[in-house]
RNA sequence: GGCCCCGUGGUCAAGAGGUUAAGACAUCACCCUUUCACGGUGGUAUCAUGGGUUCGAUUCCCGUCGGGGUCACCA
């Protein structure tokens, strides 16, 4: 067969050669031990954690290298394409601190692009034709029905599904049999010629999983689809060279076609890249564990942390402790440390999936606002609130001296202990709406109606503003006593039949009363930052109800 | 179903041929405390299973079981 006339059918006209792509894309001047990664999503828009998870991994290899981290984007599926995508998953990616050095949109970074695929359909064109001409590659036009058909026989048959071998029905077809199917218009694939053999296995080391028993490939997968756009596999083979991708870090999803990538790489005569297979993660689903899917867990999308008001950097803390689990350590360690400090290894990760702890999340969370000074808080929730929260909570930031004070005594700043009662911002508004006029009787009282009445009007009665939080707490424990309550909680304890209740039950009648909860922080400050005419108008209220 | 990956408490996990089998989250109890939160102390709870190898196996080997992934002109 003439694989040259055929070439020249199949993809007409002049194309660089595959050695001027060699030099147009040389590999990179980098330190030696530099890794180039990339990111290469699909152009859906719809980023979540699992992408993150890799893309951490991805990120943290390349800057800890001195390397190179690129985005690709990959759009040879029309159906996955939405509009606004790539923003979308640069914005969402930046809000984790994850940068691009170079590649689709990235300013000023595009030596080796294009990054869109459907760019580089001329790239694709060239490295096919070539494989039409060694012979490696030939034109199939077996229908889908066909193809669906051989299915269904094979597993009838229980052999392995596929276009291989014997079933490889248009590998082996004549030369008058191909231009009379071309000169009939039909419609055509380029296949792969496969030269595998799938009893064959080897051992492959894989940068994360150790090493994995492979099978050789002997699928004559698809390399350009009818309208002649790559496949996944070919573009990956080609983009990762060209790019001068040196470590491949992916979902464990592609371990299963990493032997179609391996025979790739060596017919098109390029140097495998290092693969490292990253194991998913997982979702509890009633019974059982599942991989975070973006069909079913909308929940899980990036997006959805941030309208939570989820702490990127506390995202990304507990991202990295699933990543490599000594992480922890060493953030507990040297919590004022960069993350960039710390020393990630792609051999710490692990080896099987994760399950996605919301619970662990929120402790994260919880510490790291907690470490944050009150001007970092506010910034944060502002910048929350003015994207996600509600009309009222962005008025919280008309007078911001004011936040400020609530923000310190939320978070205990100044005193001898952090408080730790923020988990996200929109909890966090939810948490302080009573600093704000928001008076919502969330937890009742414990006392009798009389007895509420009697702490209120005595408390109004001695009650100064200008009392230190000593004296007021002395009031206090006076009105206790006055009513029949222990002073002290010491002797209460000590005989809680001689008393009707401690001055623990005193102090929740003014705190439900002026707060409308009965857990709070300190008692005095809320009154201080509330000041005198806001104390009595609402203690007043509490009477009336 | 074939093939591949994985299997230490409820979760994330360290670990090593001989250990009281770390730590964190969750959970429970107590302490601290005017409430809550924080903090402190302590507790419950783990080597999937069967068979080898070995003086000794959770660790090495094989089978079983369980979980996951994958079998497209999707990535």
């Known amino acids: 067969m003439d694989f040259e006339k055929l070439a020249e059918r199949l993809i007409p006209g002049e194309y660089p050669s595959l050695e001027s792509f060699e030099k147009q894309y040389p590999p990179r001047d980098l330190p030696a031990k530099a890794e180039v990664t990339r990111l290469a999503p699909s152009p859906t828009g719809f980023i979540h954690l699992g992408n993150l998870f890799v893309a951490i991994a991805n990120e943290r290899i390349a800057h800890q290298s001195g390397g190179t981290l690129y985005l690709r984007i990959e759009d040879t599926d029309l159906k996955r394409k939405v509009d606004g995508a790539v923003e979308a998953v640069i914005a969402a990616l930046d809000y984790f601190d994850i940068r691009f050095d170079e590649g689709a949109e990235i300013d000023g970074a595009n030596a080796y692009g294009p990054y869109y695929q459907r760019r580089r359909a001329e790239i694709y064109r060239a490295y096919a034709k070539d494989l039409i001409r060694r012979g490696r590659a030939y034109p199939c036009f077996c229908t889908e029905e066909e193809l ?59 940068e994360i999983k150790g090493d994995v028993t492979v099978t050789e490939n002997d699928q004559d997968v698809v390399i350009l689809k009818s309208d002649g756009i790559p496949t996944y596999h070919f573009a990956h083979a080609v983009d990762d060279h060209l790019m001068r991708t040196t470590l491949v870090i992916r979902g464990e999803e592609w371990l299963a076609s990493l032997p179609i990538h391996l025979e790739l790489f060596d017919v098109l005569g390029f140097r495998r890249p290092k693969y490292g297979h990253n194991c998913s993660l997982m979702k509890m689903d009633g019974e059982s564990k599942r991989k975070l899917s973006k069909r079913k867990d909308p929940e899980l999308s990036l997006s959805f942390y941030r309208q939570e008001g989820y702490h990127p950097f506390a995202v990304k803390v507990y991202m990295l402790t699933l990543l490599n689990s000594d992480f922890e350590e060493w953030h507990r360690k040297f919590p004022e440390k960069p993350l960039e400090e710390f020393p990630f290894r792609i051999s710490k990760m692990s080896r099987s999936g994760a399950l996605f702890d919301l619970d662990k999340l929120n402790d994260i969370s919880k510490t790291e606002l907690s470490a944050l000074s009150a001007e970092e808080m506010l910034s944060f929730l502002r910048e929350w609130a003015f994207s996600y929260g509600t009309q009222k909570e962005q008025a919280y930031f008309t007078d911001e001296a004011y936040l400020l004070k609530v923000l310190s005594l939320c978070m205990g700043i100044g005193g001898k202990k952090r408080r730790k009662d923020f988990i996200t ?30 702490v209120l009007r005595k408390f109004l009665e001695t009650y100064d503003p200008s009392d230190d939080a000593q004296m007021w707490f002395a009031k206090v424990k006076q009105i206790a006593a006055e009513l029949g309550f222990a002073a002290e909680m010491r002797d209460y304890k000590a005989n809680p039949a001689a008393y009707k209740g401690s001055v623990s039950d005193v102090a929740e009648v003014l705190r439900v009363a002026v707060t409308g909860r009965a857990n709070s922080p300190d008692l005095w400050t809320i009154m201080q930052i509330f000041g005198e005419a806001r104390t009595r108008t609402r203690i007043a209220h509490a009477m009336a109800e």
């Open 148 to 206: 669906s058909a051989l299915r269904d026989e094979q597993t009838a048959n229980k052999e392995i599904t596929g276009y291989y071998g014997k079933y490889a029905k248009c590998r082996n077809l004549t030369e008058e049999e191909i231009y009379a199917a071309l000169d009939a218009g039909k419609p055509y694939v380029i296949r792969l010629r496969s030269m595998g053999d799938a009893s064959h296995k080897f051992t492959f080391h894989d």
């Open 425 to 454: 911002a929109k909890q966090a508004m939810g948490e302080i709406g009573y600093f704000f006029g928001d008076y919502v009787q969330k937890d009742g009282y414990r006392v009798d109606i009389a007895t509420r009445d009697a």
